[in-house]
């Protein structure tokens, strides 16, 4: 794919709107992961608890993603994208002036922040709408990326906090949330014949077709586990290895900026060599990771307080290491999904995008939950990890099951790399 390519075809002021749409929202949609430290410390909140208020704005995400999408496709991505965000500001805002006072309302703001998490069905096929089959790998890549989001949160969040109080950190946010709205206003725009009315039937259609619920399930290890890891890591590494909460926020920082990254270079990889090939290899890495994270002994603890990022033992770096590998395949796992589901439903990319983002969504709190059980249960989080690892090998096998028929049906004639 050449650049001049992508510079000729669609509309950039909309792609580079939806990209920075989805990553001010996704920074809205998991900001309770690196707060949670600070915000449980005043409520007293145990371990397990902690995991599943993270899990919360994840499943919500997940749920308003299909009425996000339906939406959208009604009065325009572009109208449901700016009211979205307008809500996600001022629940941000009202929190920052009256804060929380327990776990009930941390949940309810959590299920807010949900509409974050949905902006996912309406910034991807805004976005997608505008340009052909063969740049859809790169051009999803590049909308999605929007989820580095949660790299700028869980660098500055944990930093903010400590000088200015959590509070304070929605109030920071609400700079950039509300200049990002003004220029989505401005400069976005819907696709010709985008605005259509979709009957809820469709939907149904849609479901009872295997291929929509084989690329849910993909999507299910790629995206939720990507929104998963960011939700539950930085309670993971405090828990787990002892750090403070801006350790842990840094670490997490490094984590997911591969997989928010190199969502862009696995739809360009997905667009040479096939998505099908390109997701397999991801799925077997990402496995390994799991599986070797599972059996990581629990780090040492300092004299006082936690580790700070300088001081953290090696074991806590060779997580680091195994966490980055499984994200940076993660996210561009993200990408070829999104480089072949275009090419099986080009007429209903707008449904299936809020379908397959349902799954995403509910693959998240899925995997924060089953860690917040997994700890809760045993103590420790291995059942947790090799659980999501023996997934990520039935993706494997789902794709060896569908490649052959899916390469010669549709895929034959999508004018893509299947």
Not at 235 to 243: E, G, I, K, M, R
């Amino acid at each position: 794919m050449r650049l001049s390519e992508l510079k000729k075809s669609g509309h950039w002021p909309t792609l580079l709107s939806a990209f920075l749409y989805f990553d001010i929202s996704f920074m809205a949609w998991v900001s309770l992961g690196p707060l949670m430290a600070y915000i449980a410390k005043e409520m007293h909140i145990p371990i397990e608890q902690k995991l599943t208020l993270v899990a919360i704005p994840v499943l919500s995400g997940a749920i308003l993603r299909i009425p996000l999408g339906i939406l959208a496709d009604t009065i325009g991505s572009k109208l449901t994208g700016a009211l979205g965000q307008s809500i996600v500001a001022a629940a941000c805002a009202l929190v920052w002036l009256f804060g929380l006072r327990n776990p009930t309302e941390v949940a309810l703001f959590g299920a807010v922040l949900g509409l974050g998490g949905a902006s996912f069905a309406v910034a991807l096929p805004q976005a997608g709408r505008w340009y052909p089959p063969q740049l859809q790998g790169v051009v999803m890549g590049i909308a999605g990326a929007g989820n580095m989001g949660v790299v700028l949160d869980s660098l500055f969040a944990p930093s903010i906090a400590e000088h200015f109080g959590w509070r304070g950190v929605y109030a920071a946010l609400l700079v950039p949330m509300l200049a990002i709205l003004v220029f989505y206003i401005f400069a976005a725009k819907d696709a010709p014949g985008s605005i259509k009315r979709i009957p809820l039937a469709k939907y149904s259609e849609l479901l009872l077709d295997p291929d929509s619920r084989w690329f849910m399930f993909f999507y299910f290890i790629t995206f939720g586990g990507f929104v998963g890891l960011a939700s539950a890591l930085p309670l993971y590494f405090v828990s787990q290895f002892h750090a403070t909460p801006v350790a842990a926020g840094l670490m997490v920082s490094m984590i997911v900026f591969f997989g928010s990254t190199f969502r862009p270079v696995g739809g360009a990889i997905a667009d040479r060599v096939g998505g099908v090939k390109s997701l397999s290899m991801m799925f077997m890495v990402v496995a390994a990771s799991y599986f070797a994270v599972a059996f990581l002994p629990v780090g040492p603890a300092p004299a006082t307080g936690g580790w700070s990022l300088l001081a953290l033992p090696p074991i806590a770096w060779l997580a680091v290491l195994l966490f980055s590998t499984g994200a940076l395949c993660l996210g561009m796992g993200n990408g070829a999904v999104f480089q072949l589901l275009p090419q099986r439903f080009r007429n209903e990319v707008g449904v299936m995008t809020g379908l397959v983002g349902f799954a995403g969504g509910l693959g998240g709190f899925f995997l924060a939950k089953t860690l917040a059980t997994s700890k809760g249960m045993t103590g420790g989080f291995m059942a947790g990890f090799l659980f999501f690892g023996c997934l990520a090998l039935l993706g494997v096998a789902g794709l060896t099951f569908v490649k052959h028929r899916w390469r010669t049906t549709w895929g034959a004639v999508s004018g893509a790399r299947i």
